[in-house]
């Protein structure tokens, strides 16, 4: 059996009703979230999330409202223990038994594991799930699993056996059956278009795990309730049988302060994106935090290199270098976002220090700008063949303090004569504008996933493509990172995947292609009355554990 347990070998806006629906909630005293007794069954959590929930599609529920959802009402084959990393059976009775080249992976299931409409999660509708999530289907607007590569087909060995099989080598698809991306659905959920796992179908997403979803109101609020006949935690759960909580009802609260004044006022137990100012607020008795890492590509800048403005390799260099990433941490954030040294966290597999590439230097970049042809006008503003230097940045609406961001990045790069920009609008904008050449030329994001593959996953011109190195008409800006990205994914062995990780690291540093900013962490205020609570690999929540105090 293929040695997979060791990280090493791996190398919902909030208006006044709901805040007075919410006043019944017990306010949280006493000191801190440290055990307070024996676990307590019983009780309703409020959680409050920044941004409503857009798909429980698996593989396309990423977006962290969206996985704090999936998390808890599906299973997943392997579990992923968050702080070491390593894999752990589940729904699966072992970990698999991976042939040679990792084109096979056969997994053993666990029996009498069922849905809550009651359907059985058997090794067909095992088979069902990967089928599509490996291979997509356009035609209902799903999308392929950006966690599994060279899916080829499922096979049903028996009814409590499925072995995949791939077309070329996929050594990331144990840990990738791990993540929310393949939370397993019943056979009838599995059926469903794009459109009919969004908003105002959430009752009808079917998973095994050990909460339902029982009622929606679109855009606020989501209502899930214990699964009382739940029986099947990962394996290294300390207890089995239902989760401790009656319920969890997710409401939306777009607004910073209002996140912060209800759960600090204790109407509400727990709330996720507590920007850095407002914690200091979580240091008073009866309250708490709880900083996640992500473990993997950190926040940062994307340049979309192939834009006129951006071609040069110095005008990158330039602004990597006019960059105070210091000042930015220093001004917006805390201890808790630790100044990025590489394009993955220091705790991500394969992570590589590239810091040198990053250093603050503004004569340096003043030099680079006069010899890429960016030359100062009378108003101070660059031009070169009578165009203006300027940079369209996204706002990052998921990612903590994004507009502040780009202020300061603004502020700083105008003292050299860049004009920058800030893409306005919301998240339907935002998603629309990502892959239009032209339109962005920095784009501002992160994304969380403990496996070498989320260098591919960021940067790669078959997954989200944040460089834009692959453009709609199928062209190819930089075949090579494509081509070490890919190799990531298909090298067999673990020390393979370690030094394709890293040459990758190495080329995105050198060629001034990204500008690493911090390490995002997912922080989280609580109440005392909360305890037990956990979250995934990537800082989703995960409240099979979680329970309330009196």
Partial sequence: MSSLTRRSALALGLGTPALMALAGCGSGTGGDNAAAGEPQQGGTLT??????????????????????????????LLYQDPETLELHPWIATALPEVNEDATEYTFTL??????????????????????????????????????????????????????????????????????????????ATLDRTGEEFGPGNAADIIGSGPFVIDAEEIGTRLTLTVREDYAWPPATAQREGRALLDGIDYVVAAEDSVRVGTVTSGQAHIARQIEAPDEPQFAADGLSLHAASTNGVNNGLSFRFRDPALDDLRTRQALIAAIDRQAIVDTLFTDNYPLATG?????????????????????????????????????????????????????ALPQPRSREVVTLIQEQLTELGIDVQLLPGDQAAQDAARGEPGTVQVYHSMVGRSDYDVLKSQYSSDN??????????????????????????????????????AAAQRHLAEQALILPLFEEPQVYGLTAAVQGFATESVGRPRFYDTWLTD
Avoid: C, M
């Fill in 47 to 76: 959680y409050l999330e920044p941004q409503t929930w857009s798909t429980l599609y698996p593989p396309a529920a990423g977006f962290y409202p969206n996985g704090g959802v999936v998390n808890n009402i599906t299973d997943r």
């Fill in 110 to 187: 666990r029996e009498g594991v069922t849905y809550s409409d009651g359907t059985p999660l058997d090794a067909e509708n095992v088979v069902k799930n990967f089928d599509l999530y490996g291979a997509g289907d356009p035609d209902r607007a799903l999308t392929v699993s950006e966690a599994i590569n060279n899916y080829d087909r499922g096979e049903v060995v028996d009814p409590t056996t499925v072995r995949f099989h791939f077309s070329a080598p996929s050594p990331g698809f144990a840990q990738a059956v791990s993540t929310i991306n393949s939370g397993l659905l019943s056979n």
């Fill in 343 to 395: 394009a993955l966290a220091a705790t991500a597999l394969g992570y590589v220090d590239t810091s040198e590439h990053y250093v603050h230097d503004p004569e340096k970049a003043a030099s680079l700008l006069e010899e890429a042809g960016w030359s100062a006008g009378a108003d101070g503003t660059r031009t070169k063949d009578g165009k203006p230097l300027t940079l369209t940045f996204n706002e």
């Fill in 464 to 501: 989200r493509n944040t460089l834009l190195n692959g453009y709609p008409d199928g062209s190819v800006g930089d075949p090579e990172l494509d081509e070490l990205l890919a190799r990531i994914a298909s090298v067999p062995e673990a020390e393979g995947r370690a030094e394709a990780s």
